[in-house]
């Protein structure tokens, strides 16, 4: 069983607040680490999949970098809005296993 | 593309019951991936398929559990005999290759009573 390990469980800010939480992974036998946004009664929807130390990826005001060396991925949301409340999950794949974590529950207050 | 389509999106049951749960992923796919989401443990992997042959099914719970593909635009997860522990939602996804991004289904809503 692989360890993958969010933080914080869950996480209030205002609109306009910048936020970032993390995922953590072992290091070793690294696949790929993939971030999902889910909102609430829909499908986990892709946001990126990173493979190489260093990645550094964007989309919109979403952004993640990967770190595997040590086995971290951070996911930043700069300047929050209402419609980013979401759980974000991330995903570790190593050889044949994938596993999620158990999710960053963010709500943001309008 | 239409996207991962599952059937049925709901379905309410009688423990005991026999429940078969269906999936077509994206065409051009060759990764299928059965989950399962609960409030206790999230959502977790229960098996996965390449190119229709299962590759990894050490999530599938129980016997009781089980998955077919048997072509590759169709996929089943069975539970015969269900329980009303296995009342969960049970999304289904689909990938061209296992590390890149999956594309999720609406789910299925399965309640046992």
Same mark, same amino acid.
């Given at each position: 069983i692989l360890n993958v390990e969010q933080s914080p469980q869950s996480l209030?800010?205002?609109? $306009?607040?910048s936020t970032n939480f993390t995922c953590s992974f072992p290091s070793s036998n690294f696949y790929a680490?993939?971030?999902?946004?889910w909102?609430?009664?829909?499908?986990?929807?892709?946001?990126?999949? %990173? /493979?190489?130390? $260093?990645?550094?990826?964007? @989309?919109?005001?979403?952004?993640?970098?990967?770190? /595997? @060396?040590e086995g971290y991925s951070y996911l930043y949301i700069k300047g929050s809005q209402p419609e980013d409340s979401a759980t974000y999950l991330c995903a570790f794949?190593?050889?044949? %296993?994938? /596993?999620? $974590?158990? $999710? /960053?529950?963010? %709500?943001?207050k309008p | 593309d239409a996207g991962v389509i599952?059937?049925?999106?709901?379905?309410?049951?009688?423990?005991?019951?026999e429940v078969t749960l269906?999936?077509?992923?994206?065409?051009?796919?060759?990764?299928? =991936?059965?989950?399962?989401?609960?409030?206790?443990?999230g959502l977790e992997l229960l098996i996965y398929f390449n190119n229709n042959v299962p590759i990894d099914d050490s999530g599938m719970p129980e016997d009781r559990f089980s998955?077919?593909?048997?072509?590759? *635009? =169709?996929?089943?997860?069975?539970?015969?005999? *269900?329980?009303?522990?296995?009342?969960?939602?049970? =999304?289904c996804a689909s990938s061209l290759v296992v590390?890149?991004?999956?594309? =999720?289904?609406p789910g299925t809503r399965l309640t046992v009573l």
């Amino acid at each position: 069983i692989l360890n993958v390990e969010q933080s914080p469980q869950s996480l209030h800010v205002q609109e $306009g607040d910048s936020t970032n939480f993390t995922c953590s992974f072992p290091s070793s036998n690294f696949y790929a680490l993939h971030w999902y946004r889910w909102e609430t009664a829909k499908s986990p929807e892709a946001l990126f999949v %990173m /493979t190489l130390n $260093g990645d550094e990826k964007k @989309k919109g005001r979403i952004s993640a970098t990967l770190n /595997t @060396k040590e086995g971290y991925s951070y996911l930043y949301i700069k300047g929050s809005q209402p419609e980013d409340s979401a759980t974000y999950l991330c995903a570790f794949t190593a050889g044949n %296993m994938l /596993t999620f $974590g158990g $999710g /960053t529950r963010l %709500m943001v207050k309008p | 593309d239409a996207g991962v389509i599952q059937s049925p999106r709901h379905e309410v049951t009688e423990m005991g019951q026999e429940v078969t749960l269906r999936c077509k992923p994206i065409s051009g796919h060759d990764y299928l =991936f059965w989950y399962r989401q609960t409030m206790m443990r999230g959502l977790e992997l229960l098996i996965y398929f390449n190119n229709n042959v299962p590759i990894d099914d050490s999530g599938m719970p129980e016997d009781r559990f089980s998955a077919k593909m048997p072509n590759a *635009s =169709f996929s089943t997860l069975k539970i015969q005999p *269900s329980e009303p522990r296995d009342s969960a939602v049970y =999304f289904c996804a689909s990938s061209l290759v296992v590390d890149h991004e999956q594309f =999720f289904g609406p789910g299925t809503r399965l309640t046992v009573l």
